[in-house]
């Protein structure tokens, strides 16, 4: 069932002023859809084999080859260490980055955490029906090759890059950019030269983090039909949230940014503030501003900054304020800081979870939900600060 987090008429304003009447109702008319009626059907057809979807059994056995990408050092638990697997021809879509054998079967290992079953493939496939052409949806449920080949571009050998939601910077940079250095490593071991394929129509965020992790221009297709297919179809797995991937990042990454932090008057303590956001804004925002003035912090706006310059800001941060969202994604260039995350009524820990892994200190507050939105209790808010400064 819906909440009112996820749901309202505010909510909604906003999206349509962001991306306009009829792409507004459509992002409604899915979220709708996949909270509601459309999961359990899907999740059925995907019962009686309508979908076929490959379990890693299964993406192991057709892989060639198939290489671990791992340290002997590492623990991973009960999970699998990350792979790269050459599962030989087949076909990507790319709104969704659902990557399929040429009979159709859906490989899902570059999309989905290990342990998560087939929910978000469900999820994609109610995605792909609402953002991609009718006939390619039904193509792709009655496993029809001839109409998928008749839009499909070519290439030889291809790894899709494309996030679970094209749009979020977590998504890319925490769940897409880590299967990089996987890919990497295939690359070396196989002699391969893949080609990475990622969103046509990608903001520009994604196309800075690719310069600053040097991947040349020639190693990347910028989509442009809405299928691929490729004769050698490469699917790295599903990063695990691991030290050694964020190191990656890191340490490729700071070394190209080079930027005068006057430029963008960073601070020590830092206030994310997400007043232009289309959902979980501060409605009390300036009485949050005036409160941690008192301690040296600084209002951002992270979408009206560059990669570099956000990178700059969190890797010179003491103290980081900001409610949950994709803001606090680069909370992995913190050096010895503490994250505070503000909560409304939809309480999530995947930032919990990255701070945990980076080794920074993490704080959170729940505050009072607003429909979409929160209000921040000003005195609770500086006693944390207080006790963390």
Not at 65 to 84: C, N, R
Not at 95 to 116: H, K
Not at 318 to 338: E, F, K, P, R
Request: net charge negative.
């Amino acid at each position: 069932m819906w909440s009112p987090t996820e749901f309202s008429y505010r909510k909604f304003a906003r999206k349509v002023d962001h991306v306009g009447h009829w792409n507004g109702i459509k992002f409604s008319a899915e979220l709708l859809s996949r909270k509601t009626v459309l999961s359990p059907v899907v999740d059925r057809l995907c019962d009686r084999g309508t979908f076929d979807i490959a379990s890693q059994a299964t993406l192991h056995a057709i892989a060639d080859p198939l290489l671990s990408v791992t340290e002997e050092t590492m623990s991973y638990g009960a999970l699998a260490a990350p792979f790269v697997a050459n599962t030989g021809p087949g076909y990507v879509f790319t709104e969704t980055g659902l990557a399929t054998t040429p009979d159709g079967t859906i490989l899902n290992e570059t999309l989905f955490p290990q342990d998560r079953g087939r929910r978000f493939v469900v999820a994609k496939l109610i995605w792909q029906l609402f953002f991609e052409s009718a006939d390619l949806t039904t193509a792709l449920v009655r496993k029809d090759v001839t109409t998928v080949d008749s839009r499909a571009k070519s290439l030889e050998v291809l790894a899709p890059l494309i996030p679970r939601y094209s749009d979020n910077y977590y998504h890319w940079l925490i769940e897409t950019v880590p299967t990089i250095r996987y890919l990497r490593a295939f690359e070396v071991q196989t002699g391969l030269d893949v080609i990475y394929l990622v969103p046509g129509d990608a903001p520009s965020w994604l196309e800075e983090t690719l310069e600053l992790l040097e991947i040349p221009d020639e190693k990347i297709e910028w989509a442009s039909s809405p299928v691929y297919y490729a004769d050698q179809l490469v699917l790295p797995s599903f990063p695990l949230q691991i030290r050694q991937d964020y190191d990656w990042i890191i340490e490729t990454v700071l070394d190209n940014v080079h930027l005068d932090t006057n430029r963008i008057d960073a601070g020590n303590n830092v206030y994310i503030s997400r007043s232009k956001a289309i959902e979980r804004r501060v409605i009390n925002d300036k009485e949050v501003v005036e409160t941690l003035s008192k301690y040296g912090f600084k209002r951002y706006h992270l979408e009206n900054l560059s990669v570099s310059e956000n990178i700059k800001l969190f890797n010179e941060a003491d103290v980081i304020v900001g409610a949950h969202g994709a803001g606090l994604t680069d909370l992995i260039y913190c050096d010895d800081a503490t994250v505070v995350e503000l909560f409304g009524s939809m309480i999530k820990n995947p930032y919990k979870r990255l701070a945990e892994v980076v080794g920074i200190r993490y704080k959170s507050i729940e505050c009072q939900p607003r429909a979409t939105d929160i209000y921040v209790n000003p005195n609770v808010l500086e006693e944390v600060v207080k006790n963390n400064l």
